[in-house]
């Protein structure tokens, strides 16, 4: 090891260090020099080693070169190499500079490494004392120029080549100990793959003993199997001999049905006598029950032969003058059920009873309870789904329109449908009785709408005037006016006295799909599939107001009891409430719906709503003063 130290008296030469390593770097910077004087040497021991072989051969050349000479070869040598070397001129006296210069330095470095073999000696032994009092000393002794470098003893060679040897030494001591823990970790790992092959050894020993369990068993199976094989062959033998017992049974079988069948034939006889007397005395109950079928077609043709229903005079609104108090928008979920098997296309509400009515697109209706949700009455008799529905003014029957081209009018006390009326050419999407229950009005996909007398069970009118599918249609509360609406983007309005339209409201871009009028009959509200819903003056024939509530459809609009607010089914399954006042729309929103909303209703009272949807559920909501909402589900 090398110890390099600096003088605690502060004198030292900055580019001069005392250490071996600064002698080398000073050595190594003169490199060209060093080069110079290493091929003068060279040069200088292969000429003598000529000299040599010249005085062995001394026969052959006559005389040696003088000594004079030899030095001037030497010399000529010498500063042809250095010309080589820095590949430019040098003189003589240039050249002897330059080596007395390295003698001076090659000098100073011997007193240098002597400085450094006494203070490593000195540290190596911890001789801090003695260490101390020699650098004091020699420092100050160097300074006053008192130490001649020619008196200091050289550091052997040996030493340097020792403290090399240490440093080998310490280099493959780290080695050594790098390669053991190698080694050790090899060894685990060794013994880790021994581990896991003595548990695959004993692992393989136990699959060997399975597999010698398994042969075994393999055999008694054979042995079992033997067994079953004679037992097979015993029962087979068995089988073929009640076989043949079988096939003697099946010929006294045959030979019992022909006895039976004569004793049929003697039975049809004996019936057919006792037939010839019943004839003779139930003759005279036939004619009479003749006459009675009589009397009954007579009937249906009095009233088929019936004059058409006269269209009633419109009478006053009665609840024009009524005063409702304003929605409260923040509603609760008081019964949800799922009461279709497919989503429910329509809601009614009975004008005497608290019940209500459904329609689906299972081809079903249903009667239900109002806020039970409790299930009266099923109707089945469509061969389609069923599109709308519709209470009698007496709330004793309702109308249903479906997709099979028909409409039925139910009766709710026998529970059977009443009469069936078919002249639409296509499915028939709405349906609405008049305030008389004398007419019905319907809208169909064949472009048309028709008026309906119930007592001649005949279509009286047809009214077309759409260029598409009309939607819906609506009667005007207490008159005999109705609306139609349809996928041409427009609405009529149709007087049944003069069979003409009215007037016709456009504004819409998209097909028109419900419409709901306000308690007083005086504006009209309408909403599309662009989600656009839009209110009009009936009397005026102008639009008032257009409330935007999504991108998705509005599949239904209803006017609250009061009029202050339109509520909105959307097809994204939320139920939105439009401010008539403010001429927006609610943040408020019902979200309960898994599906889109199909339909709405509000009772009589208004306390409740009911809306359907296509998820097959209709939820029946009340309002309530806080804005919290709970939800309880009856499925």
Sequence with gaps: FFFFFQAEDGIRDVERSRGLGDVYKRQGSNAEYMGILKRMSLEKLEFEEREVEISDVSDVVPESPKESEITELEEETKLED????????????????????????VEKAETDKADELMRNFFIKYKMNRTLDSFQKEWFKRKTESKIDPSTIPKVPEIYLQNLRLHAQLDQMQKELDTAKIEADKAETTGKKLCKQRDLKKIHHRRVQQEKDKLNAEIEKLKEVYEKYQTKFKELSSKYEALRTEKMLLDFQRKGITARLEQLEKSKKRLEEALKAQQEKDEFEAKAQEETLKKAEEDKKEQKASKEPTPIPDEIPNPIFDKHFDPLNISMTVNRSRKGHMLGVSSIAISPKKDIFATSSDDSTWKLWTLPQG???????????WVSSISFHPKGMMLATSSGDCSIKVWDLVTASYKVTLLEHAEAVWSVDYHFSGDFLISGSMDQSAKLWDINTQKCRYSYRGHVDSVNVVKWKPYTNYFVSASADKSISLWDIRSNLCVQTFNGHNNAVNSLSFNMQGDHLASGDADGIVKVWDVKMV????????????????????????????????????????????????????????QCLAFSSDSKYMISGGADCSFKIWSQIQSHIIQLETFI
């Design 374 to 384: 409790d299930l009266i009455m099923c109707g089945e008799g469509h061969q389609d």
């Design 82 to 105: 250095y010309e080589k070397g820095i590949g430019k001129s040098v003189t003589k006296a240039e050249i002897s500079k330059v080596l007395k210069q390295e003698d001076e330095e």
């Design 542 to 597: 102008r639009e008032l107001m257009t409330f935007d509530c999504g991108k998705h459809a509005a599949n239904s609009v209803l006017y609250d009891n009061s009029g202050s607010f339109i509520v909105v089914a959307g097809d994204d399954g939320i139920i939105r409430f439009a401010n008539i006042a403010e001429k927006k729309v609610e943040t408020g929103t019902l979200t309960d719906h898994e599906d889109s909303v």
